[in-house]
C-alpha cells in the first residue's frame, strides 16, 4: 500500500468516526427529556458553557491572527530570505494556513463535544429514573461523541495536511495551532472550573453548611458549566493537540527515512496504524454497554481492553500484509503496554479500596495538615512508575528500533508514542462521560428527581472519577513520550535548517555543553512557574467570585432562606469566571513562550535541547504529582463521606475537604494544563528552529 | 607559591579557626549561668542531644564499616584485579581510609557544634536579662563554634588528605564520607526536628490549646534537641559535605590540568582561596557583634557582607601576586555574587514585609486550602530566580574559563561553587545562631524569666529564622554548583578508568541517546520519591509519638493541670523522637543508593550520566519549592500572630498554623535533605564508574 492509499484510508476512517458521532448525537437526542425544570437548568449550563467557548473563540482568534501573522513573515525561515532551497514564500504561506487549519479543527470537535455533552447530561439525569443501565449509557454516549470528533478531526486534519502539502513541516504547524488552542482551552477552562468549584464550596459548603448542587448556591451553575469547559473541552483539546503532536513527530521523522530510501514505507505504517486505532475506538465505542453486572467501572474498563485488543491484533495483520518493521509493531505495542501500565499504577495511587487513600484519609484525622503532607507524599511516589515507565517504553522502543538503521530509533520512539495515544478516542469517550454524569447529578438534585435517582448518578460519578485519574496519568504518559519525540523533531528541523545555511550540523545535545545545561536548569523551572501563575489565576478568580456570591446572598431577599420562587443570579457567576480565566491564563501562557524564546537567543538551539529535555522532566513529575495527589485526596475525601472515619461532619471529613480544595488546582488546572506547555514549548522551538541558528548571543 | 606550600597555608588557617573557635567557647562559657531551673532543663536538652548523637554514630559506624568494606575491595577498582596501571591494593586502603577520615571529621565537627550549642542556649536566656546586645553575643558565639569547626575541620581534612596521596581521586572518598555522615545527619536530624515540632504542636497548641514551649508538654524538650540536633549538627554536616565536596571536584579537574601542564598553580589556587575564604570567615566572625541599632538580623548581615568584602579583595590580591588565571578568579566571584543573589530572592519570597507572605497570610482568612494553594504557588514561582541564577552562574563561568584551554571550563564552574562556598564559615555560624536562640526562647519561657526577656529571645530568634532562610537558598544553590562540577568530576573518573581499561573515552551525554534519556527520567524522579520517604517517616514517627503524649496526660496524675513538682517523662519522648528517625531514615537512604546502583548496571556510564543531570535539575526544584514554601507558611503565621489579620486565635491565624505544619517537614526534613541526597548519588557514581563501565548490561 502506498502512503497516498494510507492516507485516503485514515480520511475514509475519520469520516466514519464522524459517521459514528452523528448516529450517536441522534441517539442521545431521541431519548427522552421531559422535566421542565431540569430543562430550564439545563440550557442554563448550555448557555454558560456556550458563552465561553464563544469568548475564549474570540480571544483565540486575535491571538491565532497575530501568530499566523508573524509566522507567514519569520517561518519556517524569515520571509526576506529568497536564498533558501525552497520558496519561501509559498512555505511560509503553507505554514500559516496549517496553523489556522490546527485551531479550527480542534475549536471545532471541541465545539461538537460540548453541544452534546450539554444535552447528553439532563437525558442521562432523566434515564435515571429508568435504571442504571439506560442512564450510563445516556452519558457514554455523550461523552462518545466528543471521542470520536476529536480523533476523527486530529486524523482528517492531518492526512489532509500531509496529502496536500506533501511536506511533514506543515505538521508542525498543524500541531502548534491544535496546541495554540490546547492552552486556551485547557488552562482556560481549567481556571475555569476550579474557580466556580472553589467558590462554590466555599461559601457554599464550608460557611453555609448547605449540599452541593445546592439551587440557591449561585455559583452552582457555573460549576457545572465549569465540568464542560474544562473537562469535556478542555481535555478534550489537550488530547486532540497529543494525537496530532505524537503523529507529526512520527511523521517528520518516518519522510525523513523514507525519502533516504526513496520510498514511503514508513510514512504509510504511520498513517495505517493511526487509522486502525480509530477504528479500534469506533468499535470499542459502538459496543459498550453495562453488562449483566451493575458496575459502570466495568463497562468502561471492557470497552477500553477490546479497543486495546483490536488494536494489537489489527496493527499486527497490516504489518503481516504490507510487510513493515515487525520493530516497529513493537515499538507500538512497547507504547501501549506502558499506557496500561500507568494508568494502573495511578489507580493505585488514586482508588479509594487501595493503600495510599486509606492511610491519607486516616491521618486527616490527625487534621487538615497531615492530610497535605501526606497526600503531597503519596503524590511524590506515584511518579516513579509512570517516569520508570516512560523511561523503559523510550529506552525499549529505541534499543529494538535502532538497529533497522539511521533515524530509525528516535522513529521507533515517536512510534510507541503513536500506539501509546492509538486507543485516544476511546480514553476521550471516557473521559467525557465523566462531566456529563457529574452534570447529571447535579440536574437530579437540582431538579429534585429524589434521593434513589441521586444514588444511581453517583455510582456513575464515581466511576467517572476513577476513570478520570486513569486517563490523565495516560495523557501526560502519552504527552510524555510524545515530546520525546518531538525533540527528535526538533533536531531534524535543525538540522534541515542548518544544511540549508551552510551551518554545521547538530549530532545531539551534550548534558556537559553549559548552553545545554543553562538551557536544562531553565526549562526545568518552567512548568513549576506555569503552574504557580495558573494557580494564583485560580486564587484570584475565587476572591472575585466569592465576593460576587456573598453579594447576591445579601441584597437578594429571601435567597438564603430557599424562597419559593428565588432564584441567584448565576449568569454573573458564569461572568466572573469566564472573563477571569481568559484573562489569568495570558500571565501563565506568555511567560511559557516569552522564555522559551528568550532561552533561544541568549543560548541558541543546543540551550533550547537542553531547555525541551528539562521542560519534559520536570514537566512529566510535576504534572503526575499534581493530578494523583489530587485525584488521591478527592478520593480520600469520597472515602469518608461513604461513612469511613466518622464519615461526613466529622474532623477527618473536614481535613479531608481541605486536600481536596487543595487538590482542585492540582489536578484539574495545572497539573494537566503542564501538558499543553510541554507541547507548546517544544513546537515553538521546532518551528523556530531557523531563528535560532542565526540569531543567537552565544 | 607551591601547593605544598599552599595546603601548608591552608592547614595553618584551619588550625586559627579552631583557635578561634577555643577562644569563643571559653568565652561563651565565662557568660553567667546561675538559674538552677533553667540549668536543669538544659542538661535536659544536652543529654538528649548527645544521646541522639550517640546513635547516631553507633548506627553510621555500622553503615560505614560495610561502606569501607566494599570500597576496599572494589574501589576505585575490584580488588582481584592487579593488571592496572597502579597498585589497586594500596590505592583501595587508601580510599577506604580517605573515607573513614571523611566521616570521623565530619562528625567531630558536628560534636564540637551540638557540645557548645546546648551551653550556649542557657547563656543565651540569661543574658537576655541584661538586654538584646549580650544575648545576641552569646548565641552568635556559641553558633560560630560550629561555623569555625565545620569549616576548619573540612579544610584541614582536604589538606591533610592531598598533602599525604597527592592524589585527587582520594579526596572522592573522603567527600563520601562526608556525604554518608551528612545523610544520616541531615536526613536523621531532620526526621527527629519534625517529628518533636509537630507532635508537640499537634498536643499542645491544637489540641489542648497550652502555649509552645509549656513546660508540662513531654514533647517540648524532644522539640528542642531537635533544633540542635536538626539545625546545628545536621546543617553543619550538610555544607560541610558541601565544602568537601565542591573542593574535592574542583582539585580534580584541577589536578587533572596540572598533570598535563607539568605545574601546580590551579590546585595551589583551589586551596588558597579556600583557605583566604575562611580565613574572611573568621574575621568575620571574631568582629560580629550589633553596633548601635538594636536590629540582630542587621548585626547578622553586617558581617557577612564584610567577609564577602574580605574575600574578594584578598583573592583578588592573591590572584595578583601569585599570577593565577583572572578568569578562574571571575568565576569564583560569579558564583559568590549568584549565592548573593539567591540569598536575596530566597529572603523576598520568604519575609514577612513583602508581598508573597503577606498574600498568603491574607488567604488564610479563607481557610487552610487556600494557605496551602498560594504558599505551594509561591514556592514554585520561588524557584525560578534561584534556578536561573545557578544556571547563568555554570554558563558564565563557563564561558569565562574555556580560553584558558582544555579541562579549563569544567573547572571554571567548581570554581564558582568554592567561590560560592567560600564564605560558608559565616554561614553556618549564622545558622547555629538560630536554633541556639530557639532554645534561649524556650528556656526562657520554661525558666519563668518574664515577658520582657521572653520578648527579647523572640526579637533575637525571628532574626534567625530570616537568616535561616536565606542560608537554606544558598545552600541549595551551593550544592546545585557543586554537583555540576561532580558531574564533570565523574567524566574525569570514567575516563581515567577507560583509559585503563582500554575502553572509547566518554566525551559528554548526548541528551538524545536513549541511554542518558532514560536516566534522566529516573534521576529526576529520585529527589521526589525521595523526600516522600522521609516525609512519611515523620508522619509515621510523629504518630507513635502524638500516641506517647497522650499517654503520659493521661497516665500521669496533674501533669496535664500543671500541679507544682509534676513533671513529664520527657525522655520517652525523646527516645522515640531517636530511633524513629534513625530507622525512618533507612528506606530513604538505601533507595537513593541503591536506584543509582541499578541505574548505573543496567544503563552503564551514560545512563548515568543523564541520572545525575536529571537528579539535579528535579533535585534543586524541589528542594528551592520546599525549603522556601515552608519558609513563607512559618513566617506567614508569624506575621499573623503579630497582631494582622486577627492575630492569635482568629480563622486565618488557624489556617496559618496548618500552613506552618505542613511547611515544617518541607523545610527542615525533606528540602534540605535533598541536598545531601544529590552529592551521595553523584559521588557514588564517580567512585563506582569503573564497575559501571565493566558490568553495565547495555
Chains 1, 2 share one sequence.
Not at 425544570?37 to 469568548?55: M, Y
Not at 471545532?108 to 453541544?115: D, L, P, R, S, Y
Not at 501500565?341 to 493505585?348: F, K, L
Not at 437540582?446 to 434521593?451: E, F, N
Amino acid at each position: 500500500m502506498g502512503k497516498i492509499w494510507a492516507m485516503i484510508f485514515s480520511i475514509v476512517v475519520s469520516l466514519s468516526a464522524f459517521l459514528l458521532a452523528g448516529w450517536l448525537y441522534q441517539w442521545v437526542k431521541k431519548q427522552d427529556s421531559t422535566n421542565e425544570k431540569i430543562h430550564k437548568i439545563s440550557e442554563l449550563i448550555r448557555s454558560g458553557a456556550n458563552t465561553f467557548l464563544r469568548k475564549e473563540y474570540i480571544i483565540l482568534a486575535k491571538f491565532a491572527g497575530v501568530i499566523a501573522l508573524l509566522m507567514f513573515v519569520f517561518l519556517p525561515e524569515p520571509i526576506w530570505k529568497t536564498t533558501g532551497i525552497v520558496d519561501v514564500f509559498e512555505n511560509n504561506l503553507t505554514i500559516m494556513f496549517a496553523y489556522i487549519f490546527g485551531t479550527v479543527f480542534s475549536a471545532m470537535a471541541g465545539k461538537i463535544g460540548i453541544f452534546v455533552a450539554t444535552i447528553a447530561n439532563k437525558k442521562t439525569a432523566e434515564a435515571a429514573q429508568k435504571g442504571i443501565r439506560p442512564s450510563f449509557l445516556s452519558g457514554f454516549r455523550g461523552g462518545a461523541v466528543m471521542g470520536m470528533a476529536v480523533v476523527g478531526a486530529s486524523l482528517l486534519g492531518v492526512s489532509l495536511v500531509f496529502l496536500i502539502t506533501n511536506n511533514a513541516t506543515m505538521l508542525l504547524g498543524f500541531s502548534f495551532g491544535a496546541s495554540s488552542l490546547a492552552l486556551f482551552a485547557k488552562a482556560g477552562g481549567g481556571i475555569y472550573t476550579k474557580t466556580a468549584d472553589i467558590s462554590a464550596d466555599l461559601v457554599g459548603k464550608v460557611e453555609l453548611g448547605i449540599p452541593e448542587d445546592d439551587p440557591r448556591n449561585p455559583a452552582v451553575i457555573a460549576d457545572n458549566v465549569g465540568d464542560n469547559v474544562g473537562d469535556v473541552a478542555g481535555m478534550g483539546a489537550d488530547l486532540f493537540d497529543s494525537h496530532v503532536a505524537s503523529m507529526a513527530a512520527a511523521l517528520v521523522m518516518a519522510s525523513a527515512i523514507d525519502v533516504v530510501a526513496g520510498n514511503s514505507i514508513n510514512v504509510t505504517m504511520v498513517f495505517v496504524y493511526a487509522a486502525i486505532g480509530l477504528l479500534a475506538s469506533v468499535v470499542g465505542v459502538a459496543a459498550a454497554r453495562m453488562g449483566k453486572s451493575d458496575d459502570p467501572t466495568k463497562a468502561l474498563n471492557t470497552s477500553t481492553y477490546l479497543t486495546t485488543g483490536i488494536f494489537a491484533v489489527f496493527t499486527a495483520l497490516a504489518t503481516w500484509i504490507f510487510s513493515f518493521e515487525w520493530r516497529i509493531y513493537g515499538a507500538a505495542m512497547v507504547g501501549l503496554l506502558v499506557g496500561v501500565i500507568v494508568g494502573i499504577t495511578t489507580d493505585y495511587f488514586t482508588n479509594d479500596t487501595k493503600s495510599p487513600v486509606r492511610k491519607v484519609a486516616k491521618a486527616s484525622q490527625s487534621g487538615p495538615a497531615l492530610t497535605i503532607i501526606s497526600g503531597v507524599s503519596y503524590g511524590f511516589l506515584s511518579v516513579l512508575p509512570a517516569m520508570v515507565g516512560i523511561a523503559v517504553s523510550a529506552f525499549v522502543a529505541y534499543k529494538l528500533t535502532a538497529p533497522l538503521g539511521d533515524g530509525y530509533a528516535l522513529f521507533g520512539i515517536s512510534m510507541a508514542a503513536v500506539g501509546m495515544l492509538s486507543i485516544v478516542g476511546m480514553i476521550i469517550s471516557n473521559d467525557a462521560y465523566g462531566p456529563i454524569v457529574d452534570n447529571a447529578r447535579g440536574l437530579a438534585e437540582m431538579g429534585g428527581l429524589g434521593d434513589e435517582v441521586i444514588q444511581i448518578t453517583d455510582t456513575l460519578d464515581s466511576a467517572g472519577n476513577t476513570v478520570k485519574a486513569v486517563t490523565k496519568g495516560f495523557a501526560i504518559s502519552a504527552a510524555g513520550l510524545t515530546v520525546i519525540s518531538l525533540l527528535g523533531a526538533f533536531i531534524s528541523e535543525v538540522n534541515v535548517a542548518a544544511l540549508s545555511l551552510g551551518k554545521p550540523l547538530i549530532a545531539g545535545f551534550d548534558i556537559m555543553d553549559p548552553a545545554v545545561f543553562f538551557g536544562l536548569l531553565i526549562g526545568a523551572s518552567v512548568p513549576a512557574v506555569f503552574s504557580a501563575l495558573l494557580m494564583l489565576g485560580v486564587n484570584r478568580n475565587a476572591e472575585r467570585m466569592v465576593a460576587e456570591i456573598h453579594r447576591q446572598f445579601d441584597e437578594i431577599p429571601g435567597l438564603k432562606e430557599g424562597k419559593e420562587g428565588v432564584m441567584p443570579e448565576s449568569d454573573k457567576c458564569i461572568d466572573i469566571a469566564t472573563d477571569g480565566a481568559l484573562k489569568e491564563l495570558i500571565p501563565a501562557g506568555l511567560f511559557a513562550i516569552v522564555i522559551t524564546i528568550l532561552v533561544g537567543i541568549v543560548g541558541g538551539v543546543y540551550a533550547i535541547g537542553g531547555f525541551l529535555a528539562g521542560n519534559i522532566v520536570s514537566g512529566l513529575l510535576l504534572a503526575l504529582f499534581m493530578s494523583n495527589s489530587g485525584g488521591l485526596w478527592d478520593n480520600g475525601k469520597k472515602y469518608i463521606e461513604a461513612g469511613n472515619l466518622g464519615g461526613k461532619g466529622s474532623d477527618a471529613h473536614k481535613a479531608a475537604v481541605v486536600g481536596d480544595t487543595v487538590g482542585d488546582p492540582f489536578k484539574d488546572t495545572a497539573g494537566p494544563s503542564i501538558n499543553t506547555q510541554i507541547t507548546v514549548v517544544s513546537l515553538i522551538a521546532s518551528l523556530l528552529s531557523v531563528i535560532f541558528l542565526t540569531f543567537s548571543l552565544f
